[in-house]
């Protein structure tokens, strides 16, 4: 019995799991103008009407803004506290290591509310500099954990050969460390991008009006009603979500044997 | 300065915008909120400075509030349960099958990638008056009339299942996949069975797995602000969205920077526990 009970139980999970997915997709494509079964027939009018929908263009743009920025401060914040973390022999690396990882434990609502209110006692009103500042700090740990486990693996003699031969530790860094590490800052980044992109519980703590990000403009349209459009919405962000994350992966598996490693 | 002043100061200029960032952005933030909670709230819109444990008083003895993080704790530990019974069998089968294992992992994982919100009300089209289900009960002839499946607390807790799952998929399999399948091979060849192999060699070496893929679960649901406002009905709020109506809609600053605080020190404690007996490396492993 064993083993094939296990198999089929398995199969559930993901069916669990894909169920969901599938269903939206083909909402999506439902004639009817109601998001719901039965199927009337087969149609792209909601993708049209994705299309010339203003507010969720604008969303769009915000969303793809906000991530590209918070991926880049990110990833930079998070390479250079790596290097210090695996390269030196630091006192208190443990605590410190803690301290960077935090916001992962501290729950989003917490971590919302303290940053709002801290940054409105400055007198520093909800702005887009406050979203992207509370997303570095969500984003930031997933950077160090994924650039952490990279930087361990590659050998500390390709950079004491570079620096005995007379390079600077820049000149190592650059011509030397950064190569082998891309696939994890290419990860990082794109971990960091996700990660901004879906996030929606701080962003409704911080963003200011009129701002929408993709995630609180699906949420206020689910206020009315489930529509066909927020399911093609749904498949667009699917076909993006997964997409983005598998031509990252490949980009990092031809950077990798690239680079030799 | 010599080269070992200058050596030593190196890490510390590297991890400087980091920790400056995390300093400003919450160590402060939250030291700021435990004394803003302390303050009261004044009618006229800026709040008294001083040291007041009003607050803190109806944080803890209102029973409306007492009953809702109670709730918050029920839902996030159901959760878990269910994430950790679907998810152990399934991360065991992809440990030990023997096609394919990382194409098998990237799939149960692709969900994690799709956003949340998207995710959550996928199971409004599945549950809803008009959803698949109704529809298919009806076309089969179970049922006449469709019935309200959503809006309950149980379908909060399916749709926080499915959110979260793969965390938890992804921590056992860490776990497992560092067993020496050998071990299995050696409890049978000293006349285990293979059910006996398992409870007594397997599942205590994945326990740290479990445990870590069951921590991020717990929290992660315990601090959940959507799913209760898409999936849950009016009575099924959880205890981040007394904070929200507190801070966004009350403003009421001080009640919300102490019910926040609230959250943060019981999760705390039980991150603390863990932290005790398992320590963050075993965290780290599931997450990078």
New interface residues.
């Given amino acids: 019995m064993g083993w094939r009970l296990i198999r089929t139980y398995t199969i559930l999970v993901y069916l669990f799991m894909f169920l969901p997915i599938v269903v939206v997709v083909l909402l999506s494509f439902n004639a009817n103008q109601f998001g719901s079964f039965p199927m009337t027939g087969l149609s792209t009018r909601w993708f049209e009407a994705l299309w010339n929908n203003d507010a969720i263009l604008r969303a769009f743009r915000t969303s793809i803004v906000l991530g590209l920025m918070t991926a880049t401060i990110s990833t930079v914040l998070g390479v250079l506290a790596s290097l210090a973390l695996v390269r030196y022999q630091i006192p208190g690396r443990n605590l410190i290591t803690t301290l960077l990882i935090a916001p992962i434990l501290v729950p989003e609502v917490v971590l919302a509310v303290a940053l709002l209110l801290f940054l409105n006692f400055l007198n520093i009103g909800k702005s887009f500099t406050l979203l992207l500042a509370g997303h570095v700090i969500f984003t930031l740990p997933f950077v160090i954990l994924v650039v952490q486990a990279r930087l361990v693996s590659i050998r500390r003699d390709v950079e004491e050969a570079a620096l005995s031969l007379g390079a600077s530790p820049m000149q190592t860094f650059f011509a030397v460390t950064l190569p082998l590490l891309m696939p994890a800052v290419a990860a990082g980044g794109l971990f960091a991008f996700t990660i901004s992109f879906d996030d929606i519980t701080g962003t409704l703590f911080w963003k200011p009006g009129g701002i929408e990000t993709v995630p609180t403009q699906i949420f206020s349209m689910l206020r009315n009603s489930i529509s066909p459009e927020i399911n093609a919405l749904g498949t667009v962000i699917i076909v993006l979500t997964v997409g983005l994350p598998l031509i990252g992966v490949a980009v990092a598996r031809i950077l990798a044997t690239r680079s030799g490693a | 300065m010599s080269i070992e002043q200058r050596e030593a100061r190196?890490?510390?200029i590297?991890?400087a915008?980091?920790?400056t960032?995390?300093g400003l952005?919450?160590?402060?933030?939250?030291m700021?909120?435990v004394v803003?909670s302390f303050w009261l709230k004044s009618a006229a819109g800026a709040d008294t400075p001083g040291f007041f444990l009003d607050n803190w008083t109806e944080a803890l003895t209102d029973r409306f509030y007492r009953d809702i993080l109670l709730n918050t704790l029920k839902i996030a530990a159901i959760t878990t349960i269910a994430c950790a019974v679907?998810?152990y069998?399934?991360a065991?089968?992809?440990s030990r099958s023997r096609g394919n294992k990382m194409i098998l992992l990237l799939?149960?994982m692709?969900?994690f990638?799709?956003?949340?919100?998207?995710?959550t009300?996928?199971?409004?089209?599945?549950l809803?008056v008009?959803?698949?289900l109704?529809?298919?009960m009806i076309?089969i002839g179970i049922i006449d009339e469709p019935v309200q499946m959503l809006y309950n607390q149980t379908t909060v807790i399916l749709g926080l299942v499915?959110f979260l799952?793969?965390f938890m998929v992804l921590n056992i399999f860490v776990s497992l996949d560092g067993i020496d399948t050998n071990l299995e091979d050696a409890a049978s060849s000293l006349g285990a069975t293979?059910?006996q192999g398992f409870l007594q060699v397997t599942l205590p070496l994945s326990l740290p797995g479990l445990a870590a893929g069951g921590l991020l679960c717990f929290?992660l649901a315990?601090?959940?602000?959507?799913t209760p406002?898409?999936l849950g009905g009016p009575r099924d709020a959880m205890f981040?969205n007394l904070?929200?109506e507190a801070?966004?809609r009350q403003l009421n600053?001080p009640l919300?920077?102490a019910l926040?605080?609230l959250?943060?020190i019981v999760?705390g404690v039980l991150?603390l526990i863990y932290n005790r007996y398992l320590g963050?490396a075993q965290l780290?492993k599931g997450?990078?």
């Fill in positions: 190196q890490p510390w590297l991890l915008p980091a920790l960032a995390i952005l919450l160590i402060v933030p939250l700021f909120i803003y679907l998810g069998p399934a065991y089968f992809i799939l149960l692709l969900p990638w799709i956003s949340y919100i998207i995710r009300m996928s199971w409004i089209n599945i809803g008009s959803g698949a109704n529809s298919a076309y499915h799952l793969p293979r059910w929290v315990a601090g959940t602000y959507v406002v898409i981040a904070v929200y801070i966004i600053w919300g920077s926040s605080l959250l943060l999760l991150v963050m780290a997450l990078g």
